[in-house]
């Protein structure tokens, strides 16, 4: 078949592909069109047609590596490097009221058997374990010190 603008033949792949198509490519007023993968999914892919330029544009920019959002729409089993942008999150807890009786309690256990050392153990015990907060330590050491004061002759030592 022959295009109706430059009477050159249309290549048979784009008589397949556009059935009702009347001119070439170079002659076709038809704005040339391009995609972009938009969801990477294992079972398949979803694409946005859009114009060419557009769609290589953005698709050029996807390729970077480390270009902020565009970082993970590589598509495929994830980035070449394993682990390459997952930076370690420390874990935040936060001390309830009832951590600090737990603590208190075991602290308190001590005190009455008079183990002053053993008490400051479980107050240290608690803190590594971040049962406690700073503010609560103290407290703590306070009571420790008021129920079992070290004697003179221990802080003379």
């Known amino acids: ?9 249309i290549p048979v792949e784009r008589l397949k ?10 002659c076709s007023n038809e704005e040339p069109v391009g995609c972009v993968d938009i969801v990477y999914h294992k079972t398949g892919n979803t694409i946005q047609i859009m114009p060419r330029a557009q769609a290589q544009a953005i698709n050029k920019s996807a390729k ?30 936060r001390v309830t009221v009832e951590d600090f009786t ?9 005190i009455e ?20 907060t700073l503010t609560q330590v103290r407290q703590l050491n306070a009571i420790v010190d008021k129920f079992l004061p070290t004697l003179a002759r221990e802080e003379a030592v």
Do not use: N
Request: glycine letters at 12%; a positive charge.
């Open 1 to 9: 078949m022959l295009c109706k603008s430059c009477r050159t033949t």
């Open 17 to 26: 592909a556009l059935p009702g198509a009347r001119h070439c490519a170079s």
């Open 64 to 93: 970077r590596r480390g270009f902020g959002s565009l970082a993970s729409m590589r598509g495929g089993s994830g980035s070449e490097k394993p682990g390459a942008y997952v930076q370690p999150v420390a874990m935040i807890r």
């Open 102 to 110: 737990i603590a208190g309690e075991r602290v308190m256990h001590f």
């Open 113 to 132: 058997l008079g183990l002053r050392e053993r008490a400051l153990a479980e107050v240290q015990d608690a803190k590594k374990s971040r049962l406690i």
